[in-house]
């Protein structure tokens, strides 16, 4: 039997995993219903992951978009991203949806808008609110980057900022600007020393057409953060694109509300060793900066491994250490490939 707090990607795919196994899951998750907001890319081998653990294709493809390039241009010119690699990009509202129907089609039990306010590692209890909430000798935190489970943990393991706000924005009805369709397009600004202040982002194709910027500077409040009108963000939004004035004009135009965050990332390298009762999973355990394109990714690989070991009855704790290993191990070889090119 297996306890789930969170059910968002990572929480939602491994109930609907464990469950097609014939394993008892219970899954609770703060909101009230399934979460929307940002879009996101899934390279090949989150959808490796993805059928592996037996969501199936034709619902993914359904969910989502095909995304043939990622295409970055700036003052020096324009680079593309490897092309073999096939991406889809899905609004979060949609891969949520495709996720929970794959959980519910099982006998796993998501009880929506039951957060879980409190944590006794060595016991392995929890509650919300005033309730004790039944727990099984594995609980999987799957909280996302503000977990419970981690501030109980590791109360020094705090999300860090990495200097820049992020801005998503959906239209209302598709736009087909003067750019080509299901490439993910990059333009970056860069100040007179060459550093990066900003980058806007869009996709489109006959379905839909969304939009980013990532700019640098210091983090907002709290009270600033999550979905608002685009109204107050139209001025610093445009003086980050100046190369591109009309393109976002017209992308802004078609927008009334955007998600607003700040980038964050949770340092890893320090981490306590995983544990039972409670093995923390995805952003609870190392999110990262929505600009490394890689958090779900990476909690869906989570996911995998610790499905499987959960299956076969070894050690979902010795999983996660390998799953941190392989994570630490990919990000030196990134910090690596961006210091040699720069
Ligand atoms: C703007 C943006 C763009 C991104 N773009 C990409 C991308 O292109 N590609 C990519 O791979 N990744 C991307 N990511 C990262 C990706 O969204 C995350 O890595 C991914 O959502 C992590 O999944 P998770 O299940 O660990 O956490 P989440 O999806 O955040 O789920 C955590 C869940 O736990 C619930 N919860 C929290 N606390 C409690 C509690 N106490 N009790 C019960 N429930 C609780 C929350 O409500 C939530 O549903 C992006 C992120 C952002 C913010």
Redesign the pocket.
């Known amino acids: 039997m297996v306890t789930i707090?969170?059910?968002?990607?990572?929480?939602t795919l491994l109930a609907g995993a464990l469950a097609r196994e014939q394993r008892a899951v219970t899954v609770?998750?703060?909101?009230p219903t399934v979460?929307a907001?940002?879009?996101?890319?899934?390279d090949d081998r989150?959808h490796a992951a993805l059928t592996r653990l037996g969501v199936g294709i034709d619902r993914l493809h359904k969910a989502s978009h095909r995304l043939t390039e990622l295409r970055a241009a700036d003052r020096t010119g324009v680079i593309r991203g490897d092309a073999r690699t096939e991406r889809r990009l899905y609004l979060?509202a949609d891969l949520m949806r495709a996720l929970t129907e794959f959980a519910t089609d099982t006998t796993a039990d998501i009880r929506f808008g039951?957060?879980?306010?409190e944590l006794n590692s060595t016991e392995g209890t929890l509650f919300s609110g005033a309730n004790p909430v039944p727990a099984d000798d594995v609980i999987i935190a799957?909280?996302?980057?503000?977990?419970?489970a981690r501030r109980t943990l590791e109360p020094d393991r705090n999300a860090e900022y990495s200097g820049q706000i992020?801005i998503?924005g959906i239209t209302t009805r598709p736009i087909q600007p003067n750019t080509d369709p299901s490439v993910l397009h990059f333009h970056r600004q860069f100040d007179d020393d060459g550093r990066p202040v900003s980058t806007f982002g869009h996709f489109w194709n006959d379905q839909i057409s969304v939009w980013?910027t990532r700019l640098t500077r210091g983090p907002l409040a709290l009270q600033d953060i999550g979905s608002q009108p685009l109204d107050g963000w139209t001025e610093p939004i445009l003086a980050g694109a100046t190369a591109i004035p009309e393109l976002v004009e017209t992308m802004l135009a078609a927008t009334d509300t955007v998600?607003v965050?700040n980038a964050r990332t949770v340092p890893l390298a320090d981490a306590r060793p995983p544990q039972t009762p409670v093995i923390l999973?995805?952003?609870?355990d190392h999110?990262?900066t929505?600009a490394a394109?890689?958090?779900?990714?990476?909690?869906i690989e989570d996911v995998a491994a610790l499905a499987e070991a959960i299956i076969s009855g070894s050690s979902p704790a010795a999983a996660m250490t390998e799953r941190r290993r392989q994570i630490l191990d990919e990000r030196a070889k990134v910090a690596q490939m961006f210091r040699s090119a720069t």
């Open positions: 707090i969170g059910g968002g990607i990572a929480g609770y998750e703060s909101q979460g907001g940002h879009f996101l890319a899934l989150a979060r039951t957060p879980v306010t799957a909280d996302g980057i503000d977990s419970l992020i998503y980013f998600h965050s999973c995805g952003d609870a999110a990262i929505p394109g890689v958090g779900a990714r990476d909690a």
